[in-house]
């Protein structure tokens, strides 16, 4: 994880910036002002935890706050591609905090962002995030209904705790929310919006990337995380209260439920048959199919006892974590740096890519010549021609960058996460390439020498062949003279 923090002074009227200083140089975009449709809702998710985690909550219906027109989604997982900075950028808005406590802001975002990558998959894949703090500037101190219902406080972006009646529904006006982070983050995955109130709650706004948290509660951070599996990963609740007792939908679309047992999973190869009996250090294990969820007891099934996503302060459960590490791929590219595709590369010549460096197992890199895996080569960053062992002239080189960590199972994620890219890579035809390894470099010097003093074949090169002298040396200093041919 990297930090970054861009300050945004904005006047409550609008969206005015009366100063913009930020730690690189970005041009605030145009934001539209903000106009609710009266007509729509939107819906969210809040779920909290009783005093020993366990969560309820659930979707609610409230007033959309979004400028219409406006698309919903962020630039990120939308299925476009590996973004061009190649982070997942986590972006942090603040609510409720005058311009004097802009140090608070900055103690409670990174608080959060520091405990955000307290459960795998988030461990593992730190390194692929970047949290940029934007610091907005409030008029007053504190949000609305805070703690009571009927409090009014004038602040940027309208938090409000007992959204729609709910006490602990802390909402947000999303297009408020959205400017400040566009306008003051380089790039913009996954916003964070938290309220100036040590009082528990939070809200999940799958459909636009944002959720909320309290800046000052010691469970804010779980909330949040939790949020992130619904906004990341698409995931369900696994909780079993709330809705009907007997699930009757259709399968659902989410990672972690399925109507299926087990037993149906496995014969039909469906949903997370590949984890079924699956126990890794790090998760909610094992992986079976547990009855209940979805906000019902009976009828739908989840992956594990009790994940994150039915209790905080858990673990999230195998299936759960391989859709969030695809996710973050959809973001993130194995290769972080590499020359452009199609390069080509004379003798002598050194390739160097920069893979993407998760905690732990390191990402694989393979280097493959006419389709074939070079296995002397296999977890080189820089290469040359006689790493590859090519023979002479212009050959094509594709390297490979693969995440093999057992938490991916399905075949269908693992192809999608590879990246890879293909060069020109010219060998060496050389004659004073002892070695032949189609470089000429010191180590054919070395290859001679060894060979004319050991009398062998490799330190002959001239005639009379089996007599070793002057002529050979010269032989030889003459070919390396002559390079590549
Ligand atoms: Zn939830």
Known sequence: MTKTTILFLAGVAGLSVSAFAAARSVEPRATPEPAPHKNRM?????????????????????????????????????????????????????????????????????????????????????????????????????????????????????????????????????????GFAFAGAPDVDQ?????????????????????????????????????????????ADEYTYGGPTNYSGGEPNAANLSLLTASQMASQESKWHEWLGASIAGFDNPVSTFEGGGYSANGIYRPSNNSMMRSLSRRFNLPSAEKLIREFYREVSPIDAAPANNLAFGIGDTVSIVPMRPNGQPLTIEWLVNGSVVQAAVGMETVSAGDLGLSEGLQSVRVRVRDDISWIRSPGIQAAIEDSRTYFVEGCGAYADINRDHVLDLSDITAFVDGFISGQPTGDLAAPFGV??????????????????
């Open 468 to 485: 070793f002298d002057l002529a050979d040396i010269a032989a030889f200093v003459g070919a390396f003279s002559a390079g590549c041919i």
């Open 42 to 178: 939107a819906v969210v998710h809040g779920c909290w935890g009783d005093a020993q985690g366990h969560l309820s909550g659930g979707m609610f219906e409230i007033p959309e706050t979004l400028t219409p027109g406006e698309p919903t989604g962020l630039d990120g997982f939308t299925g476009r591609g590996f973004d061009s900075d190649n982070r997942v950028d986590l972006v942090i808005v603040g609510d409720g905090y005058t311009a004097s406590e802009m140090g608070q802001f900055q103690l409670d975002a990174m608080s959060i962002a520091d405990d955000f990558f307290r459960y795998e998959p988030f461990i593992r894949y730190e390194p692929y995030f970047r949290v940029t703090t934007v610091e907005v500037v409030s008029n007053q101190s504190g949000v609305d209904n805070d703690p009571n219902p009927g409090i009014s406080r004038d602040t940027a972006m309208d938090m409000q705790y007992w959204c729609g009646g709910t006490e602990r529904l802390l909402c947000v006006n999303v297009s408020k929310a959205r």
């Open 191 to 235: 916003i964070l919006a938290i309220a100036n109130s040590s009082k528990y709650g939070g809200a999940g706004y799958s459909s636009n990337d944002l959720g909320t948290a309290a800046g000052q509660n010691a469970s804010a951070v779980e909330i949040a995380i939790h949020e992130m599996g619904h906004s990341l990963g698409d995931l």
